[in-house]
């Protein structure tokens, strides 16, 4: 059984920083990519930033690139989010997955991550 749990939520003014974790156990966490998605209310949960397994390849969403940064420690098995420049726009529940096996690298789409950590809830006041 496979377990995400995501840390590093909290209140921040806008230009202000956040570091979410995202700590994984149940599998061997350095075979398989991640990725990191959010959920604003009423909207629906859209596409942050994916890592491959290790860590040589990242993509971002245009909205949040060079703002946004995504990194893995294998030792750890934890994947973060950097965010910086933080705007109200990007209040949020934020929530790290794993990338089904046989999906490829990159995918965007809710659909090619399997399992989902609780989320951590980021909230930016401008």
């Known amino acids: 059984q496979v377990q995400l749990v995501e840390s590093g939520g909290g209140l921040v003014q806008a230009g202000g920083s956040l570091r979410l974790s995202c700590a994984v156990s149940?599998?061997?966490?350095?075979?398989?990519?991640m990725g990191w998605f959010r959920q604003a209310p009423g909207k629906e949960r859209e596409f942050v930033t994916t890592i491959n397994w290790s860590g040589s390849n990242t993509d971002y969403a245009d909205s949040m690139k060079g703002r946004f940064t995504i990194s893995r420690d294998n030792a750890k098995n934890t994947v973060y989010l950097q965010m910086n420049s933080l705007k109200p726009e990007d209040t949020a529940v934020y929530y790290c997955?794993?990338?089904?096996?046989?999906?490829?690298?990159?995918?965007?789409?809710?659909?090619?991550?399997?399992?989902w950590g609780q989320g951590t809830q980021v909230t930016v006041s401008s």
């Open positions: 149940g599998r061997t966490f350095g075979s398989y990519a």
């Open positions: 997955a794993v990338l089904k096996q046989g999906r490829i690298w990159g995918s965007r789409s809710v659909d090619a991550y399997g399992y």
